[in-house]
């Protein structure tokens, strides 16, 4: 088991930065991929960033991309989401996700564990 906790998140105005963090425990970090989806009101959870276990692959949903930035830190147990320029459409909430199979997705019944969940809420 994997247990993940997000935190970070909060208002902000639009044009601003977050950086929501999510920290691992449970498991050996450095086996998962790692991925941070969101999910609007009345919408779809969607993917946001995936990194992979060493940090070396990352992916970005086109409409972050230029924006966020996802990161790791293996030794810390802490996978990062630098958030810039942010828009009130990125108002939502954000989950990071771990998955044990080595390929990164985007794909969100790929992931294995959850964590609960940080709101950020971008006002215009």
């Known amino acids: 088991q994997v247990q993940l906790v997000e935190s970070g998140g909060g208002l902000v105005q639009a044009g601003g930065s977050l950086r929501l963090s999510c920290t691992a425990s449970g498991r050996t970090f450095s086996w998962f991929a790692m991925g941070w989806f969101r999910q609007a009101p009345g919408k779809e959870r969607e993917f946001v960033a995936t990194i992979s276990r060493s940090g070396g692959n990352t992916q970005y949903t086109d409409s972050v991309k230029g924006r966020f930035t996802i990161s790791r830190d293996n030794a810390k147990n802490t996978v990062y989401l630098q958030m810039n320029s942010l828009k009130p459409e990125d108002t939502a909430v954000y989950y990071c996700?771990?998955?044990?199979?080595?390929?990164?997705?985007?794909?969100?019944?790929?992931?294995?564990?959850w964590g609960q969940g940080t709101q950020v809420t971008v006002s215009s």
């Open positions: 996700a771990a998955r044990q199979v080595v390929p990164i997705t985007a794909i969100s019944y790929e992931y294995d564990y």
